[in-house]
């Protein structure tokens, strides 16, 4: 009997022995958080420092540790001293689906020491990558670069104001008031860009009441401009940054020189339509 029971105890010590190796103890992982991100720039040669940085691409000595929307909390299996690597992702034409790396700023590199069970927190600093151009940089503190008049109607303009700028002395703004007018306004400046299919993207701050869209026109020494409608943007009660990529359309086009324009329509079911514009950028890569 004794044997016996000898026999039954033994086989449980075996099996849960094997449950042990079959099902190991999980590692406890270490933390990184990143609750917020900030972009620095040269003010006077790249702009505002406004950004919308919605998710981060995260990296721990190379081992790429995934996609993550801030604020992140991203759990790590190692520990020690890391070398960790963040790119900023943003949305790419206001589609919330589209989520791209940003071309444009440099990847944020730090190291730092994880420990199993604590939390290492992390404020990525992000600037512009050198190399990047700025065909124009347009933030309405006492300039407008869209005079060019499309329309044809004097009566609907862009205009500088000072009341409900976004930051600085002014922001851009188009209001209509009168049913079925409509406000086309480009920059009065004609810009040479590269055609190859390199990333060029339009950066801009906005709000607005109703439904306005942005576009691209090519310009031809010969010919007809042809316009090219990107995105249509509803209704904005506060301040929103965009991201619109413009790369498919300049080589499409395959213009000689291009303009970005603002299209805009009265609404009838506002009393008027108002667009605000701050901080216009449009950048790319050789």
Known sequence: MKTYITLILLCLLFLWNSCEIINPAEEIPSYIQIDSVSLVTNVNLQGSTAHK?????????????????????????????NNIKIDAFVIENGISATRELYPFYE???????????EVLNIEPVFNYLDGTDFAFIENFNGSNLFVDDIDGDPGTRLEIVADGAFEGSGSGLIRLEETGSTAIVGTGIFYSLPTTGTPI??????????????????????????????????????????????????????????????????AVDVQFTEVYLDNLKLVYRQ
Not at 56 to 64: F, T
Not at 218 to 232: A, E, H, Q
Request: one cysteine or more; aromatic letters at 10%; charged letters at 20%.
């Open 201 to 266: 993207f339009l950066e801009m701050n906005y709000k607005c009441n109703s439904t306005f869209t942005v576009g691209i026109r090519g310009i031809y020494t010969s010919g007809d401009p042809v316009d090219l409608p990107k995105v249509n943007l509803r209704a904005q009660e506060t301040w929103n940054k965009l991201y619109i990529s413009f790369d498919q359309e300049v080589s499409g086009l395959l213009a000689n020189q291009y303009q970005i324009y603002i299209d805009v329509n009265k």
């Open 53 to 81: 940085i919605t998710d981060v691409q995260v990296s721990s000595e190379n081992e790429l540790l995934g996609i993550f929307p801030l604020p992140a909390t991203i759990p790590v299996l190692r520990e020690g001293t």
């Open 107 to 117: 990847r944020y590199s730090e190291s730092g020491e994880l420990v199993r069970g």
